[in-house]
């Protein structure tokens, strides 16, 4: 947790503490699969990923910063549907479309959604796949024997726009993205994502970001870079890698324009009646019925950063039901700017600003940011001499400086400062110069920017330069 937010979160804990204010924050659910462990025959917590995230039981826990009359959010789910009969969804948190949503045709009379494929309103689930993503977002505390989901605040939107073999049409993901934010979705899930986006997808993303709808993208299980490939790729969304028990990416988890990481292994969510989600996938082996949990079978477990997404929204919406002010741009610069750093030092191609941090996001001032990246660099003339021009971004709600440090080799021990950097809220913005004298001695060389707050805490982003 970085310094100010632990700060941050201090203050406000004493505050709920205290006497007269213990009663207005919420406090944590107590269902049995959050509370339990070993539930599949596994030595760690049935929803480990909760904890890890900084959501669990204790007094310091993410929930304890949210008010308890907290605002509902509509949080729009574009998968393959959902079975609202599941125990474990409750139906006061599903959305419903209001006479004045009537008026486009689709969300007719007490419709939750739609579905793009049957062009109707009863956007059932026959995979399992958007079952277990609104688990993950807004499964019941009311069920005691259930799940926990993140949010209790969520309104689902339920879009089916991904048939029951996980295919989709361009079109009809653009019409979903449209369709939530014409109707009032705060936050948007896409756990779903393919080689390449559509100009008609990338006017959908461009619509909602603004109407002011925070959009959340799974980065993808094909271990690949995701340069053009689909609605990750794209600088409107927050892209969501996957990590494992270790905290480490997971080898499936597609790299590159990534913003930030969170759990996608052996994750414990809700299982559609007569589905089992993993069965026939191309690729993985498995056998039918192995990823039950639970005596009734009403439990599922399964890997993938499909799983990732979701909590990241259900994050944003919950920071948003906490203080509906906040902009899409706001949470999206909180969430990335108070996650917490894992593998390469700084922000990285396979994690982003690393793994969310719930307490320290819903701790942060509603401006909060502390941003770094290096996009690209190129070789310029600079007053008849050679220099390596480093482009990205270096911004802060409150900037006190930024610099520029080269080391030589892989995994340098140390650095040498070349100058000051520009602040830069453009991510390819130019940030500043290195002498090519200063990069002798080495084939291979480190470029690290160190952006710092006026709090004193810190980010970096690092570049691998390869000269010759």
Known sequence: MRPVARLLFA???????S??????????PQNKYFMGQGSWGQNYSDQ???QRIGFDASDQSAWRLVKQNAKPVIVAVIDTGLDWDHRNIDWANLWRASPADAADGKAIGDSIGWDFFGHDNKPWDNDGHGTFVAGIIAGSWNDKDGIAGINPFARLMVLKAINNFGHSRASYLAEAIAFAADHGARVINLSVGGKGMTKVEQAAVDYAYSKGVVIVVAAGNDGVQLTNYGIAGSDKVLTVAATGLDDKRVVFSNWGRVSVAAPGIDILSLRARRTDTMLGIPGVKYSASAAFVGDDNRYYRASGTSFSA???????SLMIANDPTLTNRQVMNIIKSTARDVGTPGVDQYT???????RAALAAPKD?????????????????????????????????SARIEVGAGEAPTTWSVIGGASQSADPDGVLGDIPATSLKGSQVWQVRLVVV????????ARFKLSLG
């Open 11 to 17: 203050a406000l804990m004493a505050f709920v503490a």
């Open 48 to 50: 480990w990923w909760l």
């Open 352 to 358: 982003g600003y690393g793994i969310i941090d719930a």
């Open 310 to 316: 979701p909590m990241v929204s259900g994050l944003a």
């Open 453 to 460: 707050h006026a709090n004193g805490s810190s980010r970096e």
């Open 19 to 28: 006497p007269g204010n213990a009663q207005q924050m919420l406090a944590p």
């Open 368 to 400: 909060y940011a502390l941003l770094a990246g290096i996009s690209r660099v190129e070789v310029v003339q600079k007053a008849g001499k050679q220099v390596v021009r480093v482009h990205g971004l270096a911004d802060a709600n409150d900037f006190r």
